[in-house]
């Protein structure tokens, strides 16, 4: 996870401290402790559900992120468990910091990066390459488009642009209420935030609600088994491992989503034990 999530790019996180006041050289590695931490008792302390590190209200923290959470620090030392408020806008992984902040520039939010990272990292949906040329600067706000939200409609109505951003922009969009360290907020540029939208279908007030929707679609479970075969084996699923890759997804849907079930499944699956023949031109 560290290296699917791209955690360790926390450890030179480099938000600007004048405009985000919260900003520290404590923030990185905080967010990865937390991420890790709660992944840790997802699979291993507690063989739990995997899908409910995207709805769940539990998490570590210390005074640091406790801090930018704008919660009470549940210890005065070091990281201690807490459960976030009912009625808070922040659930899950993508609620953290190490999400939001790795997802974002270091001056500004990106709903284009947060957005594909929803897509690729947990749906494995193919967001295709912008084509060679195209101007992918965001307008300045202004008084016509003070918000995220107006901007990236520069890119919706582009036929060349819409054809990546209509795919990650609306849905990197319902994070806008979280600042590019994670920080709530409800105005941008004096002007309600809207962080609706909809997940393939699915209708969303906020990101609580895009993590309730990402929770059941799918392609969560089967994006997570192709990853894990991916890592297992050394090589992307291959010709002839389709029908090995479903069936593991399968098992994983049929077991509850517990991964260390999921894991022992797969080391003990043919597509992981046995090798093909090796080809006549290597030595």
Same mark, same amino acid.
């Given at each position: 996870?560290?290296? @699917?999530?791209? @955690?360790?790019?926390?450890?030179?996180?480099?938000?600007?401290?004048?405009?985000?006041?919260?900003? =520290?050289?404590?923030?990185?590695?905080? /967010?990865?402790?937390? &991420?890790?931490?709660?992944? !840790? /008792? +997802?699979?291993?302390? +507690? #063989?739990? *559900?995997?899908?409910?590190?995207?709805?769940?209200?539990?998490?570590?923290? +210390?005074?640091?992120?406790? /801090?930018?959470? #704008?919660?009470?620090?549940?210890?005065?030392?070091?990281?201690?468990?807490?459960?976030?408020?009912?009625?808070?806008?922040?659930?899950?992984?993508?609620?953290?910091?190490?999400?939001?902040?790795? #997802?974002?520039?270091?001056?500004? $939010?990106?709903?284009? @990066?947060?957005?594909?990272?929803?897509?690729?990292?947990?749906?494995?949906?193919?967001?295709?390459?912008?084509?060679?040329?195209?101007?992918?600067?965001?307008?300045?706000?202004?008084?016509?488009? %003070?918000?995220?939200?107006?901007?990236?409609?520069?890119?919706? !109505?582009?036929?060349?642009?819409? =054809?990546?951003?209509?795919?990650?922009?609306?849905?990197?969009?319902?994070?806008?209420?979280?600042? /590019?360290?994670?920080?709530?907020? &409800?105005? !941008?540029? +004096?002007?309600?935030? *809207?962080?609706?939208?909809?997940?393939?279908?699915? %209708?969303?007030?906020?990101?609580?609600?895009?993590?309730?929707?990402?929770?059941?679609?799918?392609?969560?479970?089967?994006?997570?088994?192709?990853?894990?075969?991916?890592?297992?084996?050394?090589?992307?699923?291959?010709?002839?491992?389709?029908?090995?890759?479903?069936?593991?997804?399968? !098992?994983?849907?049929?077991?509850?989503?517990?991964?260390?079930?999921?894991?022992? &499944?797969?080391?003990?699956?043919?597509?992981?034990?046995? $090798? =093909?023949?090796? =080809?006549?031109?290597?030595?």
């Amino acid at each position: 996870f560290t290296d @699917l999530y791209q @955690l360790y790019r926390l450890d030179t996180l480099a938000q600007d401290p004048t405009l985000f006041t919260h900003m =520290s050289p404590e923030v990185g590695p905080s /967010a990865r402790e937390e &991420t890790l931490a709660g992944l !840790e /008792a +997802n699979i291993f302390d +507690n #063989n739990d *559900d995997y899908r409910e590190i995207f709805t769940t209200r539990k998490t570590t923290l +210390n005074r640091t992120l406790a /801090a930018i959470y #704008n919660v009470p620090a549940p210890s005065r030392e070091g990281f201690a468990w807490t459960e976030l408020p009912k009625d808070s806008k922040r659930v899950g992984l993508l609620g953290q910091t190490s999400f939001l902040a790795l #997802n974002s520039h270091p001056v500004s $939010t990106s709903a284009t @990066l947060r957005g594909m990272f929803v897509r690729e990292v947990l749906l494995c949906h193919r967001v295709p390459p912008p084509p060679s040329g195209v101007d992918a600067s965001i307008p300045e706000p202004s008084s016509d488009a %003070p918000t995220l939200r107006d901007r990236v409609k520069v890119h919706l !109505e582009d036929d060349f642009c819409a =054809s990546c951003h209509v795919i990650t922009d609306p849905v990197g969009l319902s994070f806008e209420q979280f600042d /590019a360290i994670g920080r709530i907020r &409800t105005h !941008e540029h +004096n002007t309600r935030i *809207d962080p609706s939208g909809d997940l393939d279908g699915i %209708p969303f007030s906020d990101a609580r609600g895009l993590s309730e929707a990402l929770r059941d679609h799918e392609d969560l479970g089967p994006c997570l088994v192709e990853y894990l075969h991916t890592y297992a084996t050394g090589h992307e699923v291959a010709p002839g491992e389709e029908e090995a890759a479903e069936w593991l997804s399968e !098992e994983f849907d049929a077991d509850r989503f517990r991964i260390r079930k999921l894991l022992k &499944t797969m080391v003990m699956n043919p597509s992981f034990r046995k $090798t =093909s023949p090796v =080809s006549d031109v290597l030595p």
